[in-house]
């Protein structure tokens, strides 16, 4: 059974930075792509990063493009967010997915993602 656990969510002032981790397992993830959406209240889930299994090929919403870093450790299955300069716009829960699809359009629309973890809250403040 595949799990997908993030960690590192909490409350953070505007300006500042939080690093996310998701852990992923229950399966072999070689050629997967590892990626984050987020879900402010109100509001319908967006994309925000994605990276390929060899990390050549990231793609980013344009909201966090300059301030967030995606990555992954392939070895411990885990992806990471580096967000930095933080907004209050940025409040949401975010959540990792992973999926064997490569199309940036796919995952900008959040099209098929086959796994998703339970979200971790990022609450940053004014």
């Known amino acids: 059974q595949v799990q997908l656990v993030e960690s590192g969510g909490g409350l953070v002032q505007a300006g500042g930075s939080l690093r996310l981790s998701c852990a992923a397992s229950?399966?072999?993830?070689?050629?997967?792509?590892m990626g984050w959406f987020r879900q402010a209240p109100g509001k319908e889930r967006e994309f925000v990063a994605a990276i390929s299994w060899s990390g050549l090929t990231i793609f980013y919403a344009d909201s966090v493009k300059g301030r967030f870093t995606i990555s992954r450790d392939n070895g411990k299955n885990t992806v990471y967010l580096q967000m930095n300069s933080l907004k209050p716009e940025d409040t949401a829960v975010y959540y990792c997915?992973?999926?064997?699809?490569?199309?940036?359009?796919?995952?900008?629309?959040?099209?098929?993602?086959?796994?998703w973890g339970k979200g971790t809250l990022v609450n940053v403040s004014s």
């Open positions: 997915a992973v999926d064997q699809s490569f199309s940036e359009s796919n995952w900008r629309r959040a099209n098929g993602i086959e796994y």
């Open positions: 229950g399966r072999a993830f070689s050629a997967y792509v």
